[in-house]
């Protein structure tokens, strides 16, 4: 029998999810957000790009604003109100300094004690290879946790009133191949879904079946297998890193 996971723990308040791509966090993370949020849980998206070379049939230009939108509406679904994108080239995001100094200034100016991310290990379990983007961005939030709170890591930032906080106490990292908790999402369950809905360009160019049927289905397989391991209950899988 795999080994059970364990929930997530509660004791915190705010939390600052920073992810590649819109639609990243819809994938399954946002059932847990929602559940958050209903529990009076604050939480904010950072997106290190605008998703503008993630559909084949719009050129970047076009397809950014309408990403963007998307990702505004989709976070809403599930009672996230701040969504902030910072403009980092997609497809082509590149782990270094400027990165993780642009998400050591988010957890500054947001200060959580949770930070969700995805996953940043090189595969997605098996042979399923990870995009350099997710791998870049995952490692980066990692690392920026902790250059967050070191002042005399981007000091310049603290000239600017972003002054340091080391107050994350978490980092849950989605769609990782190495879970260790997970979020009963059964409550977050119909609105995760019309979160993934709201991607509907991005989703219309992927695949050729219904759009709902689509996102309900891919959901509901993903949210049962974890249920596997969480005592039969509909659930969200993190891989959680403690500071």
Sequence with gaps: MAEQLQEMPTDWQRALAIVAHPDDLEY???AAVATWTDAGRSCVYVLASSG?????????????????REQ??????????SVEFLGHPDGIIEYGTALRRDFAAAVRRHRPELVLTLNHHDTWGGTAWNT???????????DAVADAGNRWIFPDLA????QPWNGVRYVAVAGSPRPTHAVDASAGFERAVQSLLCHRTYIEALTA??????????????MNRT?????????????????
């Design 132 to 142: 350099p983007d997710h791998r870049n961005v995952g490692r980066a939030v990692l």
């Design 159 to 162: 000239e600017q009133g972003l």
């Design 227 to 243: 249920a596997e391991r969480f005592g039969g209950r509909p659930a969200v899988a993190f891989e959680l890193v403690t500071r």
């Design 72 to 81: 505004r509406a989709s976070a809403a679904a599930v009672g996230v109100r």
């Design 28 to 30: 399954g993370a946002s």
């Design 52 to 68: 503008e070379a993630g559909i084949d049939t719009l050129a970047p230009a076009e397809a950014a604003p309408l990403r963007e």
């Design 209 to 222: 079946n219904d759009p709902e049927g689509y996102c309900r289905s891919f959901l509901e397989s993903a």
